[in-house]
């Protein structure tokens, strides 16, 4: 038997030996080893923490590389947007006023036709038929009234000679009037008849583009019921949007003065200008439901870029600003502070460049570029790419080559449908700051004056 086995004595109790105190060292040591565990642990966290502290503050005082762009001054316009619905100027449904079988058409469809062009023939048979008899009957009551003079004149010659008495001869000459009554109601007769046969000939009403054909040659057309085609007048063409009703004062002032205010049409993205018009009027109520007013513009459409029925995002120039400041879309970031800028400042003390929030107040965002009201200088560097790294006073690595350099390759230049905002800005910066006209196309935004 072992020291630490516990010894009886002769009666079965356990006699006192080193088992007593063999069990608390035990427990000692275990207590120790866990002990040691923890603390070998706390140690570990605290030196990874340390650790990437260290990393971290590296990275803090590491340059973020940035992309730049100067502030521009620019001519540009201040507008509002809303938008609109492509009308035709005129929209005729033509109908018959006449029925009958529809004899054949004189159009093509999709054609653009004149006024007062014949483009349908309702068959003129029974129209014509209908006019000869008015002629005929026309001509049995001219010659009864040439009895009727005839038979008055006799009358008179006997009333004159005591022959007659006055009662036979006013009758007579009521029998003349009855008849001269009776041609002036053929002479109607013929001229209903012969518009009723004009009328099967149909023309144009209007100058614009036919639409498909509604009914075709053979079928019998009701007068003034079947529709047969319909024509839109695309030159001149009308477009109506809507405007909130806190931007409508600004806009009647102009018209009560006067102002032509140019309008632009844009497509469905409002990305490329389809074409430029004029505000024609502003309906006389606000909309309750919307809160909004219709307005009406008018196009050319010389190039029929505009077709009825198409969506368009209208742009109502207020003003041209002549010494805009421009910045592209990118640009501008939004926090609590509202609107504001990361502009790039040279530190002498360390010859490092910093970066520095600096709040702006927004005129108009259009797309791509931004016209500021206040808050930078024109020729300052603004950063473009890489804002979401920076910090207050952080070192930056500017960087205008690049993506800066292959965005700028995408300038207005090369498409000429783009806004004169956008041309405006992508021109002058490749002349003044050619490396640094980048614009990332998913920060686009959109604001009101």
Known sequence: ?????????????????????????????????????????????????????????????????????????????????????????????????????????????????????????????????????AKGTLAHDEALLLDAQAEYRRYKALYEAGVVSKEQLDLELATQGQYEGAIQSDKATIENAQLQLNWCTVQSPITGKIGLRLVDPGNIITANTTNLVIINQMQPIAVYFTLPENELPQVLGMLRDHRQLVAEAFDRGDTTRLAEGQLLTADNQIDTTTGTDRLKAVF???????????????????????????????????????????????????????????????ALAEGQVTILDSGVALGESVVIDGADRLRQGAQVDVNTSGAAQSSATISAEGNPNLSPVAQGLSHSVQSTHPHSAGVREDDRKRMHP
């Open 300 to 362: 050319q459409n010389s190039e029929e870029e505009l077709f009825p029925n198409q969506f368009v995002n209208i742009h109502l120039i207020l003003e041209q600003r002549p010494q805009a400041l421009v910045v592209p879309s990118s640009a501008i970031q939004t926090g609590n502070q509202g609107a504001y800028v990361w502009t790039i400042r040279h530190d002498p003390a360390t010859n490092m460049d910093r970066a520095q929030l600096t709040p702006v107040k927004v």
């Open 1 to 133: 038997m072992s020291e630490s086995t516990m010894t009886l004595n002769e009666n079965g109790a356990p006699e006192p030996g080193r088992s007593g105190w063999l069990r608390p060292l035990i427990y000692l040591v275990l207590i120790c080893l866990i002990a040691g565990g923890i603390w070998r642990v706390y140690q570990n966290r605290k030196l990874a923490a340390q650790q990437t502290a260290t990393q971290a503050n590296a990275l803090l005082n590491r340059p973020v590389p940035v992309q730049v762009t100067a502030v521009i001054q620019k001519s540009m316009p201040i507008y509002l947007t809303g938008l609109g619905t492509v009308t035709p100027y005129y929209s005729v449904t033509v109908k018959a006023r006449v029925g009958g079988q529809l004899d054949h058409v004189n159009f093509t469809e999709g054609q653009t036709v004149h006024q007062n062009e014949t483009i349908l023939v309702v068959d003129p048979l029974p129209y014509k038929a209908a006019l000869d008899q």
